[in-house]
């Protein structure tokens, strides 16, 4: 601006010049033709008239001149101002664009991800929206052994047909700044994104496509990698009300061994060890055990060749916990929380007490515990159960241990070496819950039990199911063939019993016997039997 005023000010000097000059001009000659120096014409006479108007015209052009250059100026500079507003709106656009993406996948990040998404659950919160997380579980595996280069740009390829899949599915709601971006990175194993609840679940089988693919290999570097992909889904509003918290808990279900057996797995509040109830349920569940105000409750075993009570299981109570928790729900807690272990032994000195006060009744029974696989990870557990039978002799070879099939699969090589110190120490083993998963005969065959307790759920509807008739009766019979005794559990009627007698099963034990219930209670009922089978 200012060069282009020192530039015009020649020409404005000359301008001026010259409007004056005109005056000056008319002046003379109107002055030399009073004088008589110049004769009469027009111009003479009218010379001032004419240098003035000559004047106010070269004046008039000046100041116009003067007034379009000025605008002309103030237009540059206006037009300057706007271009560097634009560039550095453009500027700020760029990094608040980078601020907003993974820089390796260029994928929307988190900060990304929780602004759109909160948008859209507050802009709409009549719909029912799902929150998704999708894990990469086996990415550390892949750095270590193909480095952090590789994994890298396997991690670029990976997200790029994750996000493909992810434009594909029912429901999927964009979450950044254009309708293409519909995937979110949380961590650098980590994606997020976010459905219509009630679209993606009227379309199951689309669902279910898209599942498979998620969990095929890819190809790189000429290997077949494997995505295992897990995926956890809290719902708005059912789960949450706020995205902070449906996040948290879509975290959460993906960790569970639902999300890693099926891909998939939905929140469930009651088994979430991160909520504040259940921590609160741990510090109770801590002092219950200290306090001793936790209690077994028992469940009798009939032998059906006899037709005697032969045995019981003991089974754990919380008697006074308002409101009331399940016995599982105590197991699922106490093995989150590592409090498995002190659980365990408590429960095992409980059980030999309970069997002392039996014997004092005159019921020789045997009784029965569970154990978590928890426990048989535990390197010491077998020396201590050792010990405390030979602190308690009088019970050796009658306090059963219980493991369910799906717990030794879990880790079959330290399972298998626990199971086989505690069979060498002479304490008897038993197989709970068989039928109930994924069985392998092949290493069932090797475990050193005694018994076999088949799943309750093939024996619910063994009167109405063909199936399930030929399927118990040839465990039964495979059973046998092992050297196992076996045992049907969850028998309610005098029918099933009787059917499972001709089928020649061992023992059952359910409510058609009794309910679980307090010691007292079960000696009350037992002690009459008992004197009425011994006459």
Excluded at 402 to 428: K, Y
Aim: net charge negative; with cysteine.
């Amino acid at each position: 601006m200012w060069s282009h005023t020192l530039a015009t000010r020649p020409l404005a000097s000359g301008i001026y010049t010259l409007a004056w000059g005109a005056l000056t001009l008319g002046c003379l000659v109107t002055g030399a033709n009073m004088y008589g120096l110049l004769p009469t014409s027009f111009i003479t006479t009218y010379g001032l008239q004419l240098g003035s108007t000559l004047q106010a015209v070269v004046l008039t052009m000046a100041l116009a001149n003067r007034i379009y250059q000025e605008r002309e100026s103030r237009t540059r500079s206006r037009e300057a101002e706007l271009a560097a507003l634009s560039a550095q709106r453009r500027a700020e656009q760029r990094v608040m664009d980078q601020a907003m993406r993974d820089p390796l996948t260029q994928l929307p990040n988190r900060a990304c991800f929780e602004l759109n998404a909160s948008q859209k659950l507050h802009l709409r919160p009549g719909r029912r929206w799902a929150v998704c997380v999708a894990r990469l579980d086996n990415l550390a595996a892949v750095t270590k052994t193909l480095g952090h280069h590789n994994s890298d740009r396997l991690l670029e390829v990976v997200s790029l047909r994750l996000h493909q899949i992810a434009r594909d599915l029912p429901g999927i709601e964009p979450i950044g700044a254009n309708d293409e971006d519909c995937l979110a990175v949380l961590e650098p194993s980590t994606f997020a994104y976010l459905m219509d609840a009630g679209t993606a679940s009227a379309n199951p089988r689309q669902m279910a496509r898209s599942m498979e693919q998620l969990r095929e290999p890819i190809d790189y570097l000429g290997m077949q990698v494997p995505l295992d992909c897990c995926i956890g889904v809290a719902l708005f509003p059912d789960h949450g009300k706020d995205l902070n918290t449906l996040v948290r808990q879509a975290y959460v279900a993906q960790e569970t061994p639902i999300a890693r057996e099926k891909g998939q797995a939905y929140y469930d509040p009651a088994r979430d060890p991160y909520s504040p109830e259940r921590l609160t349920l741990v510090t109770e569940l801590r002092r219950a055990i200290d306090e001793n105000q936790l209690a077994l409750w028992f469940q009798p075993k009939r032998c059906l060749k006899r037709n005697e009570i032969v045995g019981v299981e003991a089974l754990i109570r919380w008697p006074d916990r308002q409101p009331a928790v399940f016995a599982d729900q105590i197991i699922a807690v106490a093995e989150q929380s590592g409090l498995i272990r002190p659980l365990t032994r408590w429960v095992m000195e409980q059980a030999l007490g309970a069997r002392k006060v039996l014997l004092e009744a005159g019921l020789d029974l045997a009784v029965s515990i569970n154990i978590s696989p928890n426990n048989l990870r535990e390197r010491d557990f077998p020396l201590f159960v050792q010990r405390l039978m030979t602190s308690h002799h009088q019970h050796r070879g009658r306090l059963i241990l219980e493991v369910t099939e799906t717990s030794m699969m879990q880790d079959p090589t330290n399972s298998m070496r626990t199971l086989r110190s505690l069979d060498h120490a002479g304490i008897p083993l038993a197989i709970d819950d068989f039928g109930s998963g994924y069985s392998s005969l092949s290493y069932i065959k090797q475990l050193p039990a005694c018994e076999v307790k088949i799943d309750r759920s093939l024996i619910t509807d063994l009167l109405s199911h063909t199936d399930d008739r030929i399927i118990v009766k040839t465990t039964i019979d495979m059973c046998h063939s092992l050297g196992y005794q076996v045992v049907a559990e969850g028998v309610e009627d005098e029918e099933t019993t009787e059917l499972l007698r001709e089928m020649g099963c061992d023992m059952i034990q359910g409510y058609v016997l009794a309910r679980p219930q307090p010691l007292a209670d079960l000696i009350r009922q037992l002690r009459p039997e008992a004197q009425a089978f011994r006459s």
